[in-house]
């Protein structure tokens, strides 16, 4: 029986994973997409909003706290070697880890915070958008593919343990 310890934090943060995913896969499979058929300016107006309301929402904490226990649980996984299929564990908090937290700090932030800096200025955003649509979009396809990722190692951990 999987104890309760690892089981709970990690449904958890399998939920989050989920939601994570969800979210990255709507801004890559037709949000971004949509902003950029409004053109720079809107797009930029748009995406600027979005991650200025993000700061306060529900948003920031999902992503923290699952950030959170995926790094407890690949913690508790590389230290207890007489943990059963710790390796799955690891695995789904590491890639969790790099490929959705690490990225949106490395390389989707920095990013907003260059769209964000366009202000009023309609030539900036002209100038800004192309690269941000083209850059942030694909780094967010990492995103959202190291989050279903997780959830799917989370999953199977869950069942060799369960």
């Known amino acids: 029986m999987l104890h309760f310890l690892i089981e709970i934090p990690l449904t958890i943060a399998a939920l989050g994973a989920g939601l994570m995913a969800g979210v990255y ?3 890559s499979g037709f949000i971004m ?3 950029d ?9 748009a995406m600027n909003a979005i991650n200025e309301v993000i700061l306060h929402s529900w948003f ?3 992503f923290v706290g699952s950030s959170a226990l995926y790094a407890a649980l690949a913690g508790w996984a590389v ?3 007489d ?3 710790r390796w799955w564990l690891f695995a789904a908090g590491m890639i969790y880890l790099v ?3 690490a990225c949106t700090a490395l390389f989707n932030v920095p990013l907003n915070n260059r769209l964000a800096k366009t202000g009023d200025n309609l030539q900036a955003k002209v100038e800004t958008w192309p690269h941000y649509f083209k850059y942030w979009t ?6 959202a593919g190291s989050a279903l990722l997780s959830l799917v190692l989370s999953i199977r951990y869950l069942t060799i343990q369960g």
């Open 25 to 27: 896969f709507a801004f």
């Open 138 to 143: 694909r780094w967010n396809h990492l995103r």
């Open 60 to 62: 920031m904490g999902l």
């Open 79 to 81: 230290l207890d070697d």
């Open 99 to 101: 490929g959705m937290f």
């Open 37 to 45: 058929r409004l053109g720079p300016e809107k797009a930029a107006d």
């Open 33 to 35: 997409h949509s902003f």
């Open 83 to 85: 943990l059963g299929g």
